[in-house]
Structure formats: C-alpha cells, structure tokens
C-alpha cells in the first residue's frame, strides 16, 4: 500500500503544477484576457496604447493618458477544444481502456473591472483592477484512458490591484501596483491496486502579495514606448490529499502544496502613422523557470513528495494596428505568436499544451460622449504535441496525441464621469 500511497501523492503534486499550466486561451496558464479592447490587437498595444482604465492591468503608468475619471468593465467568453488520441497506452495487469476522455473544456467566462481617476490637478492618479489572471477547467469523461494521469482540474485566481501613476514628464509616465491574490485549485485522478480503482484527490487555497511597476515614454510626437514587470506570486495551498474507493489503502492527509506564478515583463511600442492609423508591436517575457520543482509537505513537516517539472521560460511577440473609420467606430486587429512552457518530457493530460497562434479582430464604438461600446474575437491554433508518461508507480504507460484550438468572444463598456 505504500507503494500506491506514493504514486497517489507523486500523481497529486505533478497535478497541482499542471493547474497552472493549461489555460485554455494562452500557453502556460496564464489569461491575457483582462481588456477587450486589448484583445481586438492580439494586445499587441497593451503597455502602451490603451485609452481606457483597463490599462490599471497591463501597465499602471497609462493612467495619466486617461480623459478623466472612468470605470471599464468587460468578460471574455473562452470557447477552448481539445482531443487527446490514445497511440498506444499500455496498463500492464490494469486495464485503460480506449475510451478518449472527450472534449474536457467547456465555454467559460472570464470577468474583469477597472476603475481609475485623477488627483493633484491630473498629475497623478489611482486606480484599481479587479482580474482572474490564472486559471483552468477540464473534466475528462468517466473512464477514459489517461484517467491514470488527470480526471478532473480546476484552478481559481482573483487578483485586486490597487494602483497609483505620476505624470513626471510631459514625456515620461511611471506607474504601479500591488497584487492581492487569492489562488484556489482542485484536481483528481484515478489510481489502481490492481484489484480496485479509486480516487485520488487535491483540494489547498491561499491568499498571497506580488506588486507590478511599468512606465510610459513618449520621445516624440505620435511614439509611445512603454515597459512593464509583474512579479512572480508563490502560494502555498493549503488544504487536503485524499484517496478514496480503494480496497485497501484508502487516507485522508492535511498538507501544504506550492504553487509559483511566473514574473512577467513586457516592452512595446506605438507608432501614430496618420491622424487614423496607430501600429504597434509589442514583446512579453513568461518566467516560466519558476516551475523546478513542485513539492507537498505534510502538516509535520514531511516532504511527501518532490516532483521535477522543468519548466522553460518563453516569449510571447504580438504586432496589431487599429484605425479611426469615423469620430463614431475605430476597428482593429492584431497577431500573436505564443510559446509554450511545456515540454516533451514533462507535458501531461492536464496540460495538453503547445505553441499557440492568435488571430485577432475588434472594434469600439462610440454610443455617447461618455460611453463607448467594445467588441474583439479572436481564434487560436494550438499546435500538436505529444504526450508520454509513466503513471500509477510504473504500471501504466500513457501515450497520445494533442490537438486543440479555442476561440474568444468579448464585450466590454467604458463609462467616463
């Protein structure tokens, strides 16, 4: 029983890691998704060119280039697909099966608000985000073949960020922020004593701080140049391991699991062409590297478990352009190419992830002095990958192909007082 006893935990803790590495709109597991207007260009302009308080998120600094007090709100409704094709999973006396797991994601959205207003004779200003910026939920049908890995995952984050930007210069903005973060996640497997199959499950949350700091630069009329970093957040998850339906060997643990956020910096640039037309190009680091390790301590103090991840830092490179067709519509639209922190050695069924390409499009229209109306869609294509692990201490052999796309749809609003 022992034997199995770690294969549940080692099966829980590569879990928990995989939590924060399947978003089902952007590799790694982080969502970008926090300003339609920003995803009508792929965010192609979102350090430097957002003209709403969505900027709160995306670089604090941008505040100063606001008109006035105002509030922005917006949900992103991610449409994710996967399939998993079993190529040749082997269970040793246990066996799989050859049902595929279905599609595991379903339609879900994702919600974001933002206010900010002017102080000290619009020199400076304060603001505040409300944003999930991490997350994930897949369910795999009952059976399945890589139940072995993953059946079940869920990940929460609610970020609150307070923010606070000063107009130095006529050409130089500095802003930015603190990060409340409440991290919740749940994940389950299924594990094997050869006799009986049972559940294995993780539940831990956790309240946790990070800040961000950016600034905007404009060296010339119709340039704007902007930069912004967001530390990396470690929580610590707090909560419960439990195997259940088993014969014999059945527990019920209290523990701790860490879950490590990457930092992220972001550089962009935009360039005013005419009195309609704005491009810009924009680059975003993912300290992905954050992830060596994942390890789960018990209450005592007893390392449970301590599972090697590998993780590889990433780029994320994004050009986009929007243009003025009347005082009334301004459309845009943007590409992205995003890579993926996974690798062959360690991608899961938690995390069928791969190299992701964006196709973005998005309008704002004007529907009072005071209110404007945003509209974006956005395809991704989600490369192939592969998947080859050893579950269940050894005896099952999990192989298969990846494919997977998700589409976006996005409304928001900005009101200005």
Partial sequence: MSIIRNSVLSSLLLGSIALTSTTADAAGFYIQEQSVKGLGSAFAGSVTSLEDASTVYFNPAGMTKLDGMQINAGAHLLIPSASLNDTGTTGGPITVGTNDGNDPYSATPVPNFFAAMPIMDDRAWVGIGVTAPFGLANDYSDGWFGRFDSTETDLTTINISPALAIEATE?????????????????????????????????????????????????????????????????????????????????????TADLDLPDIATF?????????????????????????????????????????????????????????????????????????????EYRTTRTPDGDRNWFSTGATYKIAPNLDLDLAATYIDIADEEINLTRNSGLVNLRADTEGSVGILALGFTYKF
């Fill in 268 to 344: 962009g640039i935009t360039q005013e062409v005419n009195d309609r037309l704005r491009v810009s190009g924009q680059a975003t680091w993912f300290g992905w590297n954050n992830f060596e390790e994942i390890r789960a301590v018990s209450d005592a103090g007893t390392t449970i478990s301590n599972v090697r991840q590998n993780y590889q830092t990433t780029w994320a490179f994004a050009v986009g352009a929007e243009y003025d067709v009347s005082d009334t519509w301004t459309v845009r639209a943007g590409y992205q190419h995003d890579s993926t922190p996974t690798t062959d």
């Fill in 171 to 255: 050409w130089l903005s500095i802003g930015g922020g603190i990060d409340i973060q409440f991290a919740e996640a749940e994940l389950k497997s299924t594990v094997s004593n050869v006799v009986s199959e049972g559940t294995s499950s993780l539940k831990g949350k956790d309240w946790s701080l990070g800040y961000n700091v950016g600034i905007q630069i404009e060296p010339m009329e119709g340039t704007e140049i902007g930069a912004h970093y967001r530390s990396a957040i470690s929580h610590t998850l707090d909560g419960n391991i439990r195997l259940q339906g088993l014969t014999a060997g059945n527990f019920d643990l209290n523990g």
